[in-house]
């Protein structure tokens, strides 16, 4: 009797195993990739050279700026920028802060345990509202503290150019 019970018990659970099977509407994971309609987007292409670390506040005053006052930064961060910008652009560096388009100022601290350099620099209209910004986590140690700081100086002119694109799409 225990045994012709066992096998009912079975048979039961088989049975409502295989319809289960059979019937299941679900559809399994799988670790294949996502269809392209479903992936979320950030709504712009991303650059070539990764995500960028700069932001446009007010595209209209950015592209409208052709002459900019470089405040005082730690590390000489300054100097390095007004050689950049006077080889590259996308500005024209002046020394009187009042005939200016726009104030670009900042902070660029070295990190000795970190080893790395943090710069914010900001772009900011006469009227000291916000026109744009970056921030760069540049390593050191090696190469040394003054290199770190000049590429920091060529990244923030790269991605103000490339803002700047931004911005002209705008």
Request: glycine share 6%; proline share 7%; hydrophobic share 40%.
């Amino acid at each position: 009797m225990k045994a012709l019970s066992l096998f009912f018990a079975v048979m039961l659970f088989a049975g409502t195993a295989a319809a289960r099977q059979n019937n299941s509407p679900e559809q399994r994971p799988t670790l294949g990739q996502a269809p392209e309609e479903s992936r979320p987007t950030l709504g712009v292409a991303p650059s070539l050279g990764g995500p960028t670390t700069a932001t446009i506040m007010d595209a209209r005053k950015l592209r409208m700026v052709r002459t900019v006052y470089v405040g005082m930064m730690d590390n000489s961060l300054n100097l390095k920028l007004i050689q950049d910008l006077a080889k590259e652009g996308p500005f024209r560096a002046i020394t009187n802060r009042n005939s200016a388009d726009a104030i670009l100022q900042g902070s660029c601290f070295n990190s000795p345990h970190l080893k790395e350099v943090h710069s914010e620099v900001f772009l900011t209209g006469r009227d000291g509202k916000a026109i744009w910004q970056d921030v760069i986590h540049q390593p050191y140690n090696p190469p040394p503290l003054s290199k770190a700081v000049t590429e920091t100086a060529s990244l923030i002119i790269s991605h103000l150019r490339e803002s700047i694109v931004v911005a002209g799409r705008r």
